[in-house]
């Protein structure tokens, strides 16, 4: 039971390697569709988030900075349920059935990193 519950420590990255390389492969629709209007140099967001998404993934994989990388991926997802996915879901009509379950994609996620960073991280050099 152990080993396959030590799965988990490889097969949690791999949705954040996959989102970043999502990011850099539709930047441009991504800015479009998912950035709120309200932020400027939509395309800078996609590539930065994009590019801490997969260095947050490689990190873990590498054991190196992982707790750092997953308390920062936690940072990240719980800024985008505030600032990407509650506008969306508190404005009504069809978008916001998708916004509310992103929202709750993107909580369930965070509190995973957070567990990850507590339970699995092996590298405490950064953050305690």
Do not use: T
């Not at 988990?8 to 791999?14: N, Y």
């Not at 991926?73 to 505030?82: G, H, S, Y």
């Amino acid at each position: 039971m152990n080993a396959f519950l030590s799965l988990g420590r490889w097969l949690f990255p791999v949705p954040f390697l996959v989102f970043g390389l999502f990011h850099f492969m539709n930047a441009q629709l991504m800015a479009d569709s998912v950035v709120p209007a309200y932020m400027p140099a939509k395309i800078v967001w996609v590539f930065l988030s994009g590019g801490c998404l997969i260095a947050a993934a490689l990190s873990m994989y590498l054991g190196k900075y992982d707790k750092l990388a997953a308390v920062l991926l936690a940072v990240f997802l719980l800024f985008l349920v505030l600032l990407v996915d509650l506008p969306g879901a508190i404005s009504g009509g069809e978008a916001a059935q998708n916004s509310v379950s992103m929202l709750f994609k993107d909580l369930g996620l965070a509190a995973a990193a957070m567990l990850y960073a507590v339970h699995v991280a092996k590298d405490r050099s950064v953050v305690g």
